[in-house]
C-alpha cells in the first residue's frame, strides 16, 4: 500500500503559502491579517511535516498594526526567498504602511527591522534575482520593476508584465522562477473563493515577454466535485531530489449548499511534472500519495500548553498587539495573566491569546481564575462574528455575535471563582440535508472529574467565511473582559468526527 499524507499539510488559517529550500532544509511563510505576531515560518525535511519555528514579525516596531485596523486587513501575501546567504521576506501590510521587505540569516529569527518599499505598489510582492543579481520585484495585477532590496529603492517605474487569462479576474500572486531555458510567471486568478486558479506563463527574460501556457489554467477546483476548494495562490519548489512540488491554498467547505469553510484557506501540497517545458499539476488529495522520499514525521503542536514556559511560543496569537503588561506569563508563574483592555471581542483593541482551529472537529478547554475580572473562552472569526462562553462576576454566560445581532444564549451561576471553561467543535446534529451547516459548536463547564456540563450548542455555519466574508479562519482563544484574569492551562485536542 502506498505511503500517503494528509492534506493541507499545514491546516488551518495559513494561507498564501510561499515556500523556498536552503540545502536540505524547505521553509515556508503565510499571511496573518490582523494578527500578532504576524508571518509565521515554518520549517520541513520533508515538505510533509511541518513545525512553525517562529514569525517574521514578531517586534511591535516592525508590525505596527493600528488598533483599527480591519479584520482581514493587516498583513497580505509573503513571498520568502533565499539568495546570498540571507533569507528575504517581502509582504505588504495592508492599512498599516503597504509594502516591506525584512532579513535574516537564521529564519527562526530575529528578523530584521522592514524595510519600507515606498515605490512598491499594490499587493502580492515578489522577489526574484538574475544571473547579473538584478532583483526583479512583481506584483499583483501583474505588474514589474527592478528594485535594491538593501534599501528599498525602486530603481525603474512599475511596468505591466501579464494580465492574465483574457476575460480572467484578479490576476494576483506572481512569483518568477528561472527554469532551464525560460523565466516562468505563476499567478493565481479569478478571485479566492471558489473561481480560484493557478495560470502560468513563459518568457525569455524575468521582464517576458511573457507567453501564457496553452493549458490554463494549469490548476483549479472551480466547478468540480470536491473536498477541497477554493485551489489557488500557488508557489513551486524543487525538492533536493530535483523532482518539483506546488504548495498553494485551498479550502475545506462541508454542509449543505452553498457549503461553508470555518478553518480559513489553508497549505496544502501537489506534485508537479514538467511536460514540453510546461508545469503539469498532479491530483490533490485530502489523501495525498507521499513523495518517494524518506518521511521526517515531528511532534503535533503541544495539546496542553500550561503556560510554565517564560515566552510564549510562536503558534499563539493575539489581536493587532501584544503589550507585555496584558498578556504575561510573568506576574503569576505558571499562569497566564490576561488584563482587560476592550469590554469584549465585539471591539478591535482586545486582550486575547488564541491558536487557529485545525482540525475540523475538537475540543478547548482552559482553566479560568475570575476573582479580579471577567473573561473566558471564545471561538473568534472577526469582531462582528465570535461565540464565547464567559465567566466572572459569578456567572457564567455564553454569547453570540453575528453581524449586528448579539444574544446570551445561555446562562448559569458560576460554582467558583476558578472555573474549567470548554468549547467543543462536533458534527452536525441534524440529519444531512441542503440546508445543513457545517458543524455544531458546543459550549460547556468541566467539572474536576472531567464531566462536561452542556451549556449551549449553537449552528457553526455563521462562524465561517462565506457568512462572515473575509480572508481568516477560526482562533480559538482565552480573552479578558474586564479586570485580570488568569489562565492556569490551555487544552487543545483533535476530535474524532463520530464524537
Ligand atoms: C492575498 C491575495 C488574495 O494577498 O487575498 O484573494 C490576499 N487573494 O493574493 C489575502 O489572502
Known sequence: ?????????????????????????????????????????????????????????????????????????????????????RFWLITTSVAGGGNLLVTTTDPAGPWSDPIPLPDVPGIDPDLAWDSDGTCWCTVA???????????????????????????????????????????????????????????????????????????????????????????????????????????LLGARPRGGTPGWHVLGRETFLAPVTWVDGWPVVGDLATDQPAPPWPLHPVAPLPAHEDFDAPELAPHWISLRRRPAEDCTTKQRPGW?????????????????????????????????????????????????????????????????????????????????????????IVPVREPAGPRVGPDTIVFGLCGADGSFTELAAVDGRYLSTEVAGGFTGRVLGAYAASGSVHVDWFDYRPLEETT
Open 336 to 424: 497566564l495573566t490576561l488584563r482587560a483592555r476592550g469590554g469584549s471581542l465585539d471591539e478591535p483593541d482586545v486582550t486575547f491569546l488564541g491558536r487557529r482551529q485545525q482540525d475540523l472537529y475538537c475540543e478547548a478547554r482552559v482553566l479560568l481564575d475570575t476573582a479580579e475580572g471577567r473573561g473566558g473562552l471564545a471561538v473568534r472569526l472577526d469582531e462582528e462574528h465570535h461565540y464565547e462562553i464567559e465567566a466572572g462576576a459569578g456567572q457564567v454566560r455564553v454569547l453570540a455575535r453575528v453581524g449586528s445581532l448579539r444574544t446570551q444564549a445561555a446562562a448559569m451561576p458560576q460554582p467558583d471563582s476558578t472555573v474549567t471553561l470548554a468549547v467543543r
Open 141 to 247: 495585477g501583474v505588474s514589474q520593476l527592478r528594485l535594491d532590496p538593501h534599501t528599498g529603492q525602486a530603481l525603474d517605474e512599475p511596468r505591466r508584465i501579464w494580465s492574465g487569462s483574457p476575460g480572467g479576474k484578479a490576476p494576483e500572486a506572481p512569483h518568477l522562477y528561472h527554469v532551464g531555458e525560460h523565466w516562468y510567471l505563476m499567478i493565481a486568478e479569478g478571485g479566492t473563493e471558489r473561481g480560484h486558479a493557478v495560470s502560468i506563463a513563459r518568457g525569455p527574460a524575468p521582464s517576458g515577454p511573457f507567453e501564457p501556457c496553452p493549458a490554463n489554467p494549469v490548476l483549479t477546483h472551480r466547478g468540480i466535485e470536491h473536498p477541497i476548494q477554493n485551489t489557488g495562490h500557488a508557489d513551486l519548489v524543487q525538492a533536493v531530489d530535483g523532482s518539483w512540488w506546488m504548495v
Open 1 to 85: 500500500m502506498a505511503a500517503t499524507f494528509a492534506n493541507p499539510v499545514i491546516p488551518g488559517m495559513h494561507p498564501d503559502p510561499s515556500i523556498c529550500r536552503v540545502g536540505e532544509d524547505y521553509y515556508l511563510a503565510c499571511s496573518s491579517f490582523e494578527y500578532f505576531p504576524g508571518v509565521p515560518i515554518f520549517h520541513s525535511r520533508d515538505l510533509v511535516h511541518w513545525t512553525q519555528i517562529g514569525n517574521a514579525l514578531d517586534r511591535p516596531e516592525q508590525l505596527p498594526l493600528p488598533v483599527d485596523t480591519p479584520a482581514s486587513a493587516g498583513v497580505y501575501a509573503p513571498t520568502l526567498r533565499h539568495h546570498d546567504g
